[in-house]
């Protein structure tokens, strides 16, 4: 294992102890670094979620369900994320997997505050808003699909893996390129993030942030940890989200709901098909007949 991974693996469970810019750095200073990557293709679709911390929240504009454009919460509440920094703006969504047709499902699971805390909950609801949008050209993003545990339950990370050794297994460095995999794959892939342990994602968003400024890569897909890998996300920068990706109508309100210990079918509430001019004004109506299967 090269120096960088060994301290990286020193660091990983007390990184409220280690600043950002000292992962960083290592990370720069990684000899032989191994960047797999995949394309989404034109034509796919990501599904974006929003949960209302107010059941009277109302999102009326492409700008309140894409990334976050708000300065003052960018300022002032965001801190790191599983592919972003402090106070970095990142768009985070879902893609089909074999597992799970519905992006949307992972989508709402990798959001929702309260299913990450469900068995505290006997009787609770929630509501959150779908955005669906279409890939408009060809999104070339870092690959992580070396994960240990999704490697076992994961057919879309078993048939990447196997495409990647085709190019890399043959190479002097196979060991070590996949030795990186594995690791940074298995960050990406922790599951013992807490509320308030946001400190644990400083190796993944260090590591997103350098490829992103040092390659023409701007996003990155990984297994979805609240899916039980399951699924499989996707974060992209702003600029590849203003340039690449598309809006699509409709725009669904939806709402889950537990009662007595019991999760209730997920209802869509209300449904906007004209999103007005610019997408800047959705026109919602009442919606009673789908359900998130």
Request: charged share 30%; proline share 3%; hydrophobic share 35%.
């Amino acid at each position: 294992m090269n120096d960088t991974l060994n301290f990286l693996t020193d660091v990983r469970d007390r990184l409220e102890y280690i600043s950002y810019d000292q992962i960083y750095q290592a990370i720069v200073d990684m000899r032989d670094k191994f960047v797999p990557t995949a394309i989404i293709k034109k034509g796919a679709y990501i599904d974006r979620v929003r949960v209302h911390k107010k059941t009277t929240d109302v999102f009326s504009r492409e700008e309140d369900v894409s990334y976050i454009h708000d300065k003052e919460i960018i300022k002032n509440f965001i801190g790191f994320g599983r592919a972003n920094k402090e106070k970095q703006a990142i768009f985070y969504g879902a893609v089909e997997s074999p597992k799970i047709k519905q992006p949307r499902i992972v989508a709402y699971f990798e959001t929702s505050p309260i299913l990450k805390e469900l068995e505290k909950y006997h009787n609770i609801s929630e509501l959150f808003t779908v955005s669906r949008w279409r890939v408009l050209k060809d999104i070339e993003v870092v690959e992580m699909i070396f994960s240990d545990e999704a490697l076992k339950v994961s057919n879309y990370t078993k048939i990447s893996l196997e495409h990647q050794m085709q190019y890399y297994q043959h190479l002097l460095l196979a060991k070590e390129y996949e030795e990186q995999g594995r690791f940074f794959s298995n960050e990406f892939a922790r599951s013992d993030v807490r509320p308030g342990e946001d400190h644990k994602y400083k190796i993944t968003s260090a590591y997103a942030n350098f490829i992103w400024a040092n390659t023409n890569l701007k996003g990155i897909t990984y297994p979805s940890v609240q899916s039980a890998y399951l699924g499989q996300n996707v974060a992209l920068l702003p600029e590849v989200v203003d340039t690449s990706l598309r809006l699509e109508s409709p725009v669904g309100i939806f709402k889950f709901e537990r009662i007595d210990g019991v999760n209730q079918p997920v209802d869509c509430t209300h449904i906007a098909m004209d999103l007005g001019e610019n997408n800047s004004a959705f026109v919602w109506q009442d919606y009673k007949a789908e359900k998130l299967e």
